[in-house]
């Protein structure tokens, strides 16, 4: 699975982005999906995942009540929502794809490129 993501930018405090990651394969549908943050000069974090039939969602604290992940499987896509966004959401975004809700990197098959958001204060 090709996972290509896009839709990141410089935004100002308090504004929102929509992430995408589009996938190659139909079999999208039988993975888990989980986005990733990495901070220059920090380690890759978990920001939230969604299951493979978008029932269930998980975020790390500093984004719940924020950020919101969806999927449209018959689009191959999922998407990360980012409302009000603070200079510390800072980071390169990664998708991923697995076989179910994982918290870890290492728990991910596969890997989006990566796209840059940056919240200037």
């Known amino acids: 699975v090709q996972l290509q993501a896009s839709g990141g930018g410089l935004v100002q405090a308090g504004g929102s982005l929509r992430l995408s990651c589009a996938a190659s394969?139909?079999?999208?549908?039988?993975?888990?999906m989980g986005w990733f943050r990495q901070a220059a000069g920090k380690e890759r974090m978990f920001v939230g995942a969604?299951?493979?039939?978008?029932?269930?969602?998980t975020y790390t604290d500093s984004v719940k009540g924020r950020f919101t992940i969806s999927r449209d499987n018959a689009k191959n896509t999922v998407y990360l929502q980012m409302n009000s966004l603070k200079p510390d959401d800072t980071a390169v975004y990664y998708c991923?794809?697995?076989?179910?809700?994982?918290?870890?990197?290492?728990?991910?098959?596969?890997w989006g490129q990566g796209t840059q958001v940056t919240v200037s204060s």
């Open positions: 991923a794809a697995g076989p179910a809700l994982g918290r870890l990197p290492g728990e991910y098959y596969y």
């Open positions: 394969r139909r079999t999208f549908s039988n993975y888990a």
């Open positions: 969604i299951s493979w039939s978008g029932s269930t969602t």
